[in-house]
């Protein structure tokens, strides 16, 4: 190892302790964007001694930096909040497509390899490709450009089954002679864009958020693979922090769904509709004029907002904010209980919510929450349904049954938001619009907002 | 006994980031997810580190579309990401005019 080989690691040394700090600055919201920068920091230098190898094409490095960093900075700041979700699929599936590439272009250059390294540049091909293709059959559902439903045909499991197998054997041939299996090799990685196509469409888009999760951390797995193959630390580490954060998300993802990951990724979900609230509901649906829920907010002393996604899509967080900042100016204290799930991602409400102003610290989580909505007084719920449907926590036979939700119907009064009687996402009635503190305030969520906001000025 | 030291950092990695990880608030999930998303991006690193001038073309076009691809990932991630931490704002920052 010369002199210049080892300066090079030391910087990725220092590189890694970045990542980690930056990583561990985002503990608090206060402290998260400093820590962002920290994170690009560290991966600056990591990019800048790189450079510093010997004999690098640095004709072709400046035209793939200049033209990714244009698309990058573009796509970054021209993006809408509400569609996060696409672009961090689409993101993720870039990194996993680089992985891909690189084990490819390793191999080319040198396809003696042993074992060993032949095994990881497999998985580095086969996992990058999932994630590539499997991300932008994600982005396709998320964006709309193509059905968000499940994809379901008979023998899928099977189907599958059959590819991963495939996937597996041609692995272990290309492990035990690279030098002579280059079509081997292409064979792998058309096997693992297959894959990642349909494994992704069986899943609906209501399971979109775990998906993603999972997608970014298998987008680390495949960056740890690739530095597997070309012996370097620094993508080992990195690689494995994003792993291991995927895999926390997922899994808080999975749990605020209460499925487990394997029923998300093969139940197909959301395909067919179920036959689901088959118990009659007891009690009436009291609707409310924006006067009435006026009057009940006027005299609350604590107001919790309970947003859903249906916010988003009306468009309504800039006035749901206008109208939380005018109750405030009332005395009444206002915070936004938010659902792990309330969003296309984890945590996209609160993304949303924060760009419309709202203060970092009146986002409470559903855990903070639940234990004290006895004392709330009234909980305004906008866009969202399955997340505070009372069935999961009553009815065994509910398909929802299990699920943690915001106990918003044991605060005092419940004020809904909704456009109509319609059942939500999954098609489940909710029998939170049948409780006897349940008000209905019908309409569109901005339009009905609005009113609200409208009321308290003219007061 | 080169494959082991590297596994053996990638386990030690693996656990660092669980640890790390599991303490930020679920506010944040996004920012985080999009900001581990820019990490993803390393692959960068390994792109131009094979991307030399001896190479032969197919292994120059495959190294050049991955470092493009790869430095969106870098670039968009930290710049998306860093879009949304700047939106965090409390109260008394003048979060809220």
Redesign the interface.
Known sequence: MNSMTLFINFAYVISAGL??F???M?????T??R???L??LG?LL??VV??F?A????K??L???I???V???V???K?Q?TS?PE??AL??G??G???L??A???Y??HPELSV?IALVTFLSAFIGGITFSGSMIAFGKLAEMMPSKAIIFSGQHIVNGAILLAALISGVIFAMNPASSYAIFLVIVVVALLFGVTSVIPIGGADMPVV??LL?SY??L???A????????????????????????TN?MCKAMNRSLANVLFSGFGATTQAAGSAEQEGEIKPATAEDVFYILEAADSVAFVPGYGLAVAQAQHVV?ELG?LLEANGTEVSYA?H?VA?R????M??LL??A?????Q?V?MDDINPRMDSIDVCVVIGANDVVNPAALEDESSPIYGMPIIETHRAKTVIVLKRSMNPGFAGIQNALFFYPNTRMYFGDAKASIQALVAEFKSD | MEAVFLTFVFVLSIFLGFELISKVPSTLHTPLMSGSNAISGITMIGSLASLKADNMTVAVILGTLAVTFATINVVGGYAVTNRMLEMFKKKDEGGAK
């Open positions: 990542f980690i930056g990583l561990k985002l503990s608090s919201p206060a998260a964007r820590g962002n920068m994170s690009a991966m990591a990019i790189t450079l190898n004999g690098l094409d640095y072709w490095i035209v793939g930096v033209i990714g960093s698309i990058g900075l796509a970054a700041y993006v909040m996060m672009m961090v993101f993720n870039f990194g497509i680089a992985s590439l690189l490819w272009g390793e080319h250059q060993f993603i999760s970014n987008s680390g495949a960056a740890c690739a530095g597997f193959v070309i012996n370097n630390n620094i993508l080992i580490v990195a690689g494995a922090l994003v792993g291991a954060s995927g895999i926390i998300l808080i904010q900042e938010i792990p969003g991602m984890p945590g996209h609160n993304v924060a760009e102003n709202v203060s970092y610290d986002l989580e």
